[in-house]
Nanobody, 123 residues
Framework: LQLVESGGDSVKTGGSLTLSCTISGATLDDYDIAWFRQAPGRKREGIACITKAGDRTNYAGSVKDRFAISRNDIYNIVYLEMSSLKPEDTSTYYC?????????????????WGQGTQVTVSS
């Protein structure tokens, strides 16, 4: 199982961006997938998860109503649509596989990670 993030960019405050997490080596609909982010000097923060059935999502309060996670099981991609971006959203964003099957936002429950993609939001 491998995960590769893409779509990171530099945007202005209030802008939008969509990140992609492409899964290979396995069938996406067998897994819950989550997005995390980590800024320099800060802990890795779970921000959104989607279940393997796509019937439940879980969001951190810091991004709820601004970010949306979705999945395309045909192309094995999980998306993170981000809107109303703020400078504090600046971070490296990672997707990860949930081996616990709980779709929580705790990094401890994730065992396979992508390499990350950088998002920078400037004022």
């Amino acid at each position: 199982l491998q995960l590769v993030e893409s779509g990171g960019d530099s945007v202005k405050t209030g802008g939008s961006l969509t990140l992609s997490c492409t899964i290979s080596g396995a069938t996406l609909d067998d897994y819950d997938i989550a997005w995390f982010r980590q800024a320099p000097g800060r802990k890795r923060e779970g921000i959104a998860c989607i279940t393997k059935a796509g019937d439940r999502t879980n969001y951190a309060g810091s991004v709820k109503d601004r970010f949306a996670i979705s999945r395309n099981d045909i192309y094995n991609i999980v998306y993170l649509e981000m809107s109303s971006l703020k400078p504090e959203d600046t971070s490296t964003y990672y997707c990860a596989h949930d081996y616990e099957g709980l779709c929580s936002l705790s990094p401890a429950e994730y065992d396979v990670w992508g390499q990350g993609t950088q998002v920078t939001v400037s004022s």
